[in-house]
């Protein structure tokens, strides 16, 4: 399976801290992803990230990507409750079919 | 970008019944995508279906339980078949250009 994993699962953070999660795959990809999805809500699309990128920012927002080590890692700085949400990696393969597959998310609470 | 409605935005369905996701894209595209989300849980791609032929399935998903339509390049509707409890997950169709782009999804209760 190409899906990946997520670390850590749940993050527990204050207002104005940095936060970052990471993401671990398994197949060589195109491109990786980040979304947010706030409880119970829709998917919000944060940053797209070549496979020959590797440092990508955007507002608040740097994610990295290491294809030789297979991962990637979401950093959110100064982080404010309205951070507090899933955050979930997605990774297109190489094969050519074209879908993204989704990590396990990480559980990001941002106490005021 | 692409904007994709999908109907119903929520529904409670009795076990042994169907339920019929519609979704629509405001632009013309080759792939759609079905994903499910279980409470708590990631995003499961269910299959990708491309206008004028069957969808290509995931393991663990097979067309009896989810029929796939794709009648045209803007449109496309996933079934859930005999629901059980199990079933009960947001249903997300995504369409795909630079980025993925996601509907609104389904959220499915079944009781």
């Known amino acids: 399976s190409q899906q990946g994993e997520e670390d850590p699962q749940a993050l527990s953070i204050q207002e104005g801290e940095n936060a970052t999660m990471n993401c671990s795959y398994k197949?060589?990809?195109?491109?990786l992803q980040w979304y947010r999805q706030n409880s119970g809500r829709g998917l919000v699309h944060l940053i797209l990230i070549r496979s020959n990128e590797r440092e990508k920012h955007s507002g608040r927002l740097r994610v990295t990507l290491d294809t030789s080590k297979k991962s990637s890692s979401l950093l959110i700085t100064a982080s404010r409750a309205a951070d507090t949400a899933s955050y979930f990696c997605?990774?297109?393969?190489?094969?050519?079919?074209?879908?993204?597959?989704f990590g396990t998310g990480t559980r990001l609470k941002v106490l005021a | 970008s692409a904007v994709i409605s999908q109907k119903p935005s929520r529904d409670i369905c009795q076990r042994g019944t169907s339920l019929t996701i519609q979704c629509q894209v405001d632009s013309q595209v080759t792939m759609m995508f079905w994903y499910r989300q279980q409470p708590g849980q990631s995003l499961t791609l269910i299959a990708t279906?491309?206008?004028?032929?069957?969808?290509?399935?995931e393991s663990g998903f097979v067309i009896d339980k989810f029929p796939i339509s794709r009648p045209n390049l803007t449109f496309s509707t996933l079934t859930v078949s005999n629901m059980s409890p199990e079933d009960s997950s947001i249903y997300l169709c995504?369409?795909?250009?630079?980025?993925?782009?996601f509907g609104p999804g389904t959220r499915l209760t079944v009781l």
């Open positions: 997605a990774t297109d393969g190489t094969s050519g079919t074209y879908k993204y597959i």
């Open positions: 197949t060589s990809i195109n491109n």
């Open positions: 995504s369409v795909r250009g630079v980025e993925q782009f």
């Open positions: 279906a491309n206008q004028g032929s069957e969808a290509t399935y």
